[in-house]
């Protein structure tokens, strides 16, 4: 999708410092990114993947990514030594705080990563970017440690979905 449309769809992050991160990716989203699984979608029903069965709720969520080594905190402010997520809620068909969206922050704190719904992978600055009707806004913060990070292999798999990107744009460096 060209910057124009991502930044119709989420006006905040006109004018504010995002980068694209990979390319259209239908096969997992961003629940699944924000666990470092570009393999298949994340979502907390019988048709996708889930770590633990559980409701399609924020303390579902809680639950699901508990799996993983994260715990519950009260800010997402940059913590050396922990990797955080953001759990994004709104309003969705009448029912209030539904988990929209998770986002991933960057290892070194320079920002968010977010995998657009089917769309693509972006890093953006601040949480708030994506605030909106589509996502709503960040409603629950969660970390776990670097050391967790490492064990759980997803710092391979970051690294890997990063090198398979630059490959990307060398090949296609005008997009599809």
């Known amino acids: 999708?060209?910057?124009?449309?991502?930044?119709?769809?989420?006006?905040?992050?006109?004018?504010?410092?995002?980068?694209?991160?990979?390319?259209?990716?239908?096969?997992?989203?961003?629940?699944?990114?924000?666990?470092?699984d570009a393999r298949r979608r994340w979502e907390p029903t019988p048709e996708w993947y889930w770590p633990k069965e559980t409701t399609y709720t924020i303390e579902g969520f809680v639950e699901?990514?508990?799996?993983?080594?994260?715990?519950?905190?009260?800010?997402?402010?940059y913590e050396f030594g922990y990797q955080k997520i953001a759990i994004y809620a709104g309003l969705w068909y009448g029912i209030p705080n539904f988990p929209k969206h998770t986002a991933r922050q960057d290892v070194f704190g320079r920002g968010w990563f977010?995998?657009?719904?089917?769309?693509?992978?972006?890093?953006?600055e601040h949480l708030e970017d994506l605030n909106g009707e589509t996502y709503?806004?960040?409603?629950?913060f969660?970390?776990?440690?670097?050391?967790k990070v490492i064990v759980s292999?997803?710092?391979?798999?970051?690294?890997w979905h990063a090198l398979r990107f630059w490959i990307f744009r060398r090949v296609h460096p005008h997009g599809i």
């Open 1 to 36: 999708m060209a910057r124009i449309q991502l930044e119709e769809e989420f006006p905040r992050l006109h004018n504010t410092r995002w980068q694209l991160r990979s390319p259209i990716d239908w096969g997992y989203n961003c629940h699944a990114w924000a666990a470092c």
């Open 64 to 77: 699901g990514f508990s799996a993983l080594g994260y715990q519950p905190c009260d800010s997402p402010k």
């Open 114 to 124: 977010s995998k657009l719904g089917d769309l693509e992978d972006i890093l953006h």
């Open 136 to 140: 709503g806004k960040p409603a629950k």
């Open 142 to 147: 969660l970390r776990r440690t670097w050391w």
């Open 153 to 159: 292999g997803c710092a391979f798999r970051c690294v």
